[in-house]
Every structure is written in C-alpha cells, then in structure tokens.
C-alpha cells in the first residue's frame, strides 16, 4: 500500500513528520536513486527504495511512549544550539528515538510527553482537536472572581482571543496564590500570557495533566514508560478527539471559510476507510 513519504520516513522513528517533511523539501531524501522534494509524492515500502543521506529506511519502530517530569531551566528539545541541558539528557537507556509532544518553557516543569508516534503527537498539539492540558501555578497575587471568570471565558492576547479554559483556586501562600488551569490550546507562553493580561504574572508553572496522563508522583529529572494502558487509553481520547471535530465540521453548512477543513476532514474519513490513519492501527 502506497503512503506518503514523510509518514513513512516518521514511521521509522528517523525524524518526526515535521522534521521528515523538512528533509524531503531540503532535498535530502531520494526515491529509487532520484532525489524527491515533492511532499505530496506517495511510496511503496515493498517497492520503492528510500533513502535519508544516502542510508536505506530501516524498518518501522514499534510506537514508544513515555513521561518525563521536567525539571526547571531544561530545554524541552532535544538539541539545543546554545549547550544547555535538553530533555534528551534525561532520556538515558532510551535506545528508540522519541520526539517530545510539544514545548514547556525553559523555566517551567512538569509532565511532557515523549513518543515516536508522530501522527499522535500532531493530534495531541492541534488546537482543532482540544486536548486538554492542566498546568498547577504559583501567581503574584490573589485572583478576584471577576479575574478568573474572564480567563475562563477567554482573554486577548496579541494572537487572538484565547478559548474557554478551566481555573481552580488551589491556596493562596502569604500574597500569592497557586491555581490550576486548564487549556486546549498551545500557544507559545500562553498561561504565562494569559495571568499577565489579568494582571497577576507567573512565578511557577508546572504541567501536571495532558489529555488523559497524570504527572502523579514522578519526581523533577525521572522518566517512564506509559503502562500499555495509559498508552491505550491516551489514543483512544485523541481517536474521540479527532472523530469529534470530524463530525462538528460535517455537521456545519459549508462556507468559505470552512471549505479547507471540510475537504481536508473528508480525506481523512476516506483515508481512515483505508486503514492509513495510524492512531487506529495496533502496532508491536
Ligand atoms: N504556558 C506557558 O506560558 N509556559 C509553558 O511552559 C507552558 C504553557
């Protein structure tokens, strides 16, 4: 069965999907000795004969997922230009090669995801599918009701007007006060935005929640493996996430603005039928 060929180059844990597109637009990948940088262009595995930098793909790797508790002033890459410590330097006995499910901050801590998995690490990060993400802060200040209920309800940030989000008053310590908040967005800085424009900036963040994980009691700097159970059921949410915003845009009458989704939910409906949406398929 023919797939495209950045998925078949992230499916073998070489790169995630992001950075396999990246290669092939930078002309490093070639198919059957001729260099590609078409990103759409579709390959055989049986049959066609790709390679990364002149080496041949090795197989594809069983899905590897696992939870590392940041600890603060730690890049959450795994390269870093300037030297500083990455998440990488954690990962230590990890043979397979696992890409982290999005960003924290260099002073932030707290749960990140690590997985080969890229087409649900897509899923988990796209604000489309709104997984759920809990972050436990320490804030100057005491909220005043007002103030929550306006970040509740969504604030303006210079990218835009955040969504709904979820806050829960935890304590106040002397005059501060620990929070729990609760987005389905990513944006770069956003808690820390979003306690700004509400006046009470962040001291602290630590992320303690992503979709259906908890940061439980791992301590800063430790990692593990997801039981096969959270793994299962972490896909299963994202499975219900996608197949959720599938159908709320099936359900809406087509309009300019939303034609771009509606044809893309569509591809994807029919690529599922094939079998190519790799969330559903049981891997090693
Ligand atoms: N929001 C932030 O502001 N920082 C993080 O690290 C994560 C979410």
Same mark, same amino acid.
């Given at each position: ?10 499916? %073998? ?11 092939? %637009? *930078?002309g ?5 000795g ?13 049959? $066609? @004969?790709?390679k990364?930098?002149?080496?041949h ?5 069983p ?12 890049v ?17 006995g ?7 499910v999005g ?7 707290g ?5 080969n998995?890229g ?6 990060l @796209? ?8 972050? #436990? ?19 303006? #940030?210079? $990218?835009?007007?955040?969504s ?10 002397? *005059?501060?006060s620990?929070?729990?908040?609760t ?8 808690v ?7 006046? @009470? ?18 301590l ?6 997801? %039981? ?11 499975e219900?996430r996608v197949a959720l915003?599938?159908?709320s845009?099936?359900?809406t ?23 190519a949406?790799?969330?559903t398929r049981?891997?090693?």
């Amino acid at each position: 069965m023919e797939v495209r060929l950045q998925k078949l180059i992230a499916g %073998t844990g070489l790169a995630s999907r992001r950075k396999a597109e990246a290669l092939i %637009t *930078a002309g490093r990948v070639m198919v059957n000795g001729t260099t590609v940088t078409e990103l759409g262009t579709k390959v055989d595995p049986e049959r $066609d @004969h790709v390679k990364v930098d002149g080496k041949h793909l090795s197989a594809p790797q069983p899905f590897v997922y696992l939870m590392l508790n940041k600890p603060k002033n730690v890049v959450s890459t795994l390269d870093d230009p300037g030297g500083r410590t990455t998440v990488k330097d954690y990962l230590r006995g990890v043979s397979v090669r696992v890409f982290p499910v999005g960003r924290l901050d260099f002073d932030s801590e707290g749960l990140m995801l690590l997985t080969n998995n890229g087409e649900l690490a897509q899923a988990m990060l @796209h604000p489309r599918y709104h997984v759920p993400k809990t972050y #436990l802060i320490k804030v100057k200040g005491v909220l005043t009701d007002d103030e929550i209920r306006s970040l509740e309800q969504g604030v303006r #940030l210079e $990218d835009g007007m955040t969504s709904p989000a979820q806050v829960k008053k935890v304590r106040k310590v002397e *005059a501060n006060s620990w929070l729990e908040i609760t987005i389905r967005e990513g944006r770069k800085h956003q808690v820390k935005r979003m306690l700004e424009v509400v006046g @009470h900036p962040v001291i602290k963040l630590l992320r303690i929640r992503m979709g259906s994980l908890s940061l439980g009691d791992l301590l800063p700097g430790e990692f593990r493996f997801l %039981t096969d159970r959270e793994a299962n059921t972490l896909r299963r949410l994202v499975e219900e996430r996608v197949a959720l915003a599938e159908e709320s845009v099936a359900v809406t009458p087509a309009r300019p603005a939303r034609r771009e989704g509606w044809a893309r939910a569509k591809k994807n409906k029919s690529q599922r039928r094939r079998g190519a949406w790799s969330l559903t398929r049981k891997r090693a």
